[in-house]
């Protein structure tokens, strides 16, 4: 049989709330700086959640020179947009007519097309007395726009990347929650293993900062009530931590057959070497205390990519910082490495930028490459007293310089759905 | 190897408008009897259209047993979680499962993967903040203070695009591989290729593949309406007076498991899962392309992986949704692809409507029912054969398939194409209680 194709990552483009590009976004973690603020986006005062990771001072304009592709797309769109044209151009490789139908594109799709505005729009003409009738949309100043529909249509952000870059072959938008990106980024390798494809431009975006969005997590307890000290408000795997925030932006990553990127000269961050996919099938938003779940899907991917966990030197947690994703997460890393976990490096950079819901899992699969490629581990911010529970060895203080050749990403979904991928040192690889 | 693992098919189930299981939609298509009616959930008499195909008449409970859940999900996931049920209980596994031993069971089910296509989020969920914006009547400060007065403080996760994944998981105790599929029209189609890549790769040894959507709501209609995609006047397929889609709702599964295992426990093979392809257009959110190419090409991959040529395909289950555009598009592809050589060619939305991420996956299922039972459903609202198409080999009246294989296509915004190859299996074309039924071959 032939070798299984092996995959690499060659190029890298960030939208984050630390940071509008890659390099900007890989200092900040670096640095541990915060990307958490009050929300400016909507007026959050009476809101018990006001803090939030925003992508700030964002000029999709200036980025991409498309008027007409704008109007199409959202905030999250024009995230995606921008991250997947810094991605191209680090990765010096694009669509071309020659190639663009052996080009794929996988992507977690944000979950929430509908704007807050359409919704009030409807309020208005439909629901004054707060029940929906639906004579009034039939009103003849009803504000109908079909941009606005098309905007909002699930597949809408694989419409527009696909048409802005030309991406002619295999397409698809998936969404398990918090785990979405993690999965794009699997079933790009997936795809290029199976040969339908040769290069797959792999992400996610969303952004859930709108009145809906907060609303909807406010409602289920989940987000950080620390409106007066929003740096510290993420501080995963710390004994007072009491919720997450919510981010927004978006991660783009140019995977390419392994073989092609070292004929072209192509510079690669990192082997993207295994995937592990579960389902904890125990309840929609609990995580099991024991890790199971998460224990197969890390268990999966390090197989997936030929290696044991002894091999294991970092690991970017889905650490979200709730009590019960951390404590079941750490379960769960300890029960996969054994003896090896005090020798693992362990962080969550959410502690800096926020959870970006799908786009949290392609982020964290681009901070793993960076970390390889520079030998660096991201600190895990705002650790002051560790929770006796989460007894796994944290980068705390400040990031932790380390010769990195494995490194796993998790990515853990509201739903069950657990996503972890394995990235290995380019120098690691031998030739086939 | 792994990669040649041959796919099994031991499961269906399905609900729309035409009926709640397969059996019971099967015998509406191939009797010409459509479900395409008045709207009735609201009054649609000013709509661009006031047709669709909804499931009525039908207790929550008959499709998903346990009440505490229907306070927990919408009723799109209603659908998805009735049609992925009954495709497991069809399969026997249920039953096999029993036979294991604690060890054999763990592992059997870290095996068993979920793969859906979602509707994703509707427009419904978002009137739960009616009462709200109108209590807060424009000062957004009293909107978040009054936010858990107003609202289900459980919306969230009733709305969650992946809830199908979710509780197939828990209440059959799935555990392995997965995947929601948010693509529109392809999502259910790409779940199906997306169930089987899996289990022809080894990381799962069977999965359930499911397809839902309820895209039958008041502003749905009206934006498609706006964008002329809706029919005033009915489905009609390759129809020179063709003039738009009607909506239907509802759900469709597959249960996919390796040719071996389902072998060694003896169940029923329904038929046998060859390929897939999926192309984008590249052409943005609504627009195709007049040649068909990417349908073109989606066929092209799919046949490659199948193994077989346009010769061995013996029907083809277009996606004939009744839009000008489309239809004209994918007969252009068909041409181009097949020459002069087409086999039959049929639709099914006719009967039950557009079920959007719904409908590739109920397509698959129908398209397994005419091989097995020998007939290639005519389209009954098919008058006047598009002669743009030249000739063309969709009709009113039903053929007989070419042969055991049917080639299945899937098309959706994005400039999206999914194409699929299943087999019937022969060995078991006589085991069904309806198989001798001939109604409607003339």
């Given at each position: 049989m032939t070798p299984r194709r092996r995959v690499a990552i060659t190029g890298i483009g960030l939208v984050t709330p630390v940071g509008n590009d890659a390099a900007t976004t890989w200092a900040s973690l670096l640095a541990g700086s915060s990307g958490i603020a009050p929300i400016t986006c909507f007026d959050a005062r009476g809101f018990p959640t006001r803090i939030g990771a925003e992508v700030k001072h964002f000029d999709a304009d200036s980025i991409l020179a498309d008027r007409k592709l704008l109007k199409f797309a959202s905030r999250s769109h024009r995230f995606a947009l921008a991250a997947a044209e810094e991605a191209f151009r680090d990765a010096g490789i694009r669509p071309e007519p020659s190639t663009n139908r052996r080009w794929g594109l996988s992507l977690g799709a944000g979950m929430m097309g509908i704007e807050f505005s359409e919704v009030a729009a409807v309020h208005a003409f439909c629901a004054r007395d707060g029940q929906f009738d639906p004579e009034g949309l039939l009103h003849g100043e009803f504000p109908a726009d079909p941009v606005a529909f098309c905007r909002s249509q699930t597949n809408s952000g694989l419409a527009l990347l696909t048409r802005h870059f030309g991406i002619q072959g295999y397409a698809t938008a998936v969404h398990t929650a918090c785990a979405s990106g993690g999965q794009a980024v699997g079933t790009a390798l997936k795809v290029l293993r199976r040969g339908l494809t040769d290069f797959v431009l792999a992400g996610g975006y969303d952004s859930m900062l709108n009145p809906l969005g907060v609303s909807a997590f406010c409602l289920l307890g989940a987000l950080s009530t620390d409106n007066d000290t929003p740096e510290r408000a993420s501080r995963p795997f710390d004994v007072t931590r009491n919720g997450f925030v919510l981010g927004e932006g978006a991660g783009m990553l140019v995977l390419e057959d392994w073989n092609a990127a070292r004929k072209r000269g192509a510079r690669i961050y990192a082997e993207l070497a295994g995937d592990g996919n579960s389902l904890s099938s125990y309840r929609i938003t609990d995580s099991h205390p024991s890790g199971d779940g998460p224990i197969q899907a890390m268990q999966q991917a390090l197989a997936d990519a030929g290696l044991v966990p002894d091999g294991v030197d970092y690991v970017n947690a889905h650490g979200t910082s709730t009590v019960m994703n951390d404590r079941s997460e750490c379960a769960a890393l300890r029960a996969v490495m054994g003896g090896h976990i005090d020798r693992v490096s362990v962080s969550s950079t959410k502690s800096c930028m926020g959870h970006l819901i799908a786009a949290a899992g392609a982020v964290e699969a681009a901070v793993c490459a960076l970390a390889i490629r520079d030998g660096i581990a991201p600190v895990s911010a705002n650790l002051v007293q560790p929770d006796p529970e989460c007894d796994v060895n944290i980068v705390c203080g400040e990031s932790r310089g380390m010769n990195i050749r494995v490194a796993l990403s998790n990515s853990l979904g509201f739903g069950g759905s657990n996503s972890s991928l394995v990235f290995r040192h380019p120098e690691d690889v031998s030739a086939t | 190897m792994s990669a040649s693992r041959r796919i099994a098919i031991t499961g269906t189930g399905a609900v729309c408008g035409a009926g709640v299981g397969v059996d019971a939609i099967w015998d509406a298509v191939v009797n010409g009897r459509s479900a395409i009616k008045e709207i009735s959930s609201w009054d649609a008499s000013r709509w661009p259209t006031r047709l669709g195909a909804e499931v009525t008449g039908v207790d929550n409970r008959a499709l998903v047993e346990d009440r505490k859940l229907h306070k927990l999900v919408t009723r799109t996931d209603l659908f998805g979680l009735y049609a992925a049920g009954a495709a497991i209980q069809r399969s026997g596994i249920t039953g096999h499962r029993e036979t294991l031993t604690a060890e054999a069971l763990s592992r059997f089910n870290d095996r068993s993967g979920v793969f859906v296509g979602s509707g994703g989020g509707n427009y419904r969920s978002n009137y739960e903040f009616f009462p709200l914006l109108t209590a807060a009547n424009g000062d957004f400060e009293k909107f978040g203070r009054e936010l858990g007065e107003n609202v289900n403080p459980m919306w969230l996760l009733r709305i969650l695009p992946n809830n199908v994944v979710c509780h197939v998981g828990i209440r059959h105790n799935f555990k392995g591989t997965n995947g929601c599929i948010i693509n529109q029209c392809v999502g259910g189609a790409m779940a199906v290729a997306e169930a089987a890549a899996a289990v022809r790769a080894g990381e799962a040894d069977r999965a359930v593949a499911v397809g839902h959507d309820t895209p039958l709501e008041p502003e749905t209609v009206l934006h498609y309406g706006h964008l002329n995609l809706m029919s005033p006047d009915g489905l009609r397929p390759f129809d020179r007076e063709r003039r738009g889609t009607v909506f239907g709702e509802g759900a469709a599964a597959v249960l996919l498991e390796t040719m071996a295992d389902a072998q060694a426990r003896q169940a029923v093979i329904l038929g046998e899962f060859l390929g897939s392809g999926c192309a984008t257009e590249a052409t943005g959110i609504l627009d195709v392309r007049p040649d068909g190419d990417g349908l073109r090409r989606a066929i092209e991959i799919a046949l490659g992986e199948a193994g077989v040529s346009p010769d061995g395909i013996g029907v083809i289950v277009a996606h004939a949704n009744g839009t000008p555009a489309s239809d004209a598009s994918e007969a252009q592809a068909l041409r181009r692809l097949?020459?002069?050589?087409?086999?039959p060619v049929t639709g099914f939305k006719w009967a039950f409507g557009h079920l959007i991420a719904g409908s590739g996956a109920l397509d698959l299922i129908m398209a397994l029912c005419a091989l097995r039972q020998g007939i290639v459903p005519g389209i009954p609202t098919l008058d006047s054969l598009d002669p743009e198409f030249g000739p063309f080999p969709a009709s009113r009246a039903a053929q007989r398939p070419r042969s055991d294989t049917a080639l299945v296509l899937c098309r959706g915004f994005g400039g999206m194409n999914v194409a699929l190859v299943v087999r019937a299996n022969a060995a078991c074309a006589g085991e069904s209680a309806t198989s001798s039924r001939t109604g409607g071959l003339k």
């Open positions: - | 097949f020459g002069n050589h087409l086999p």
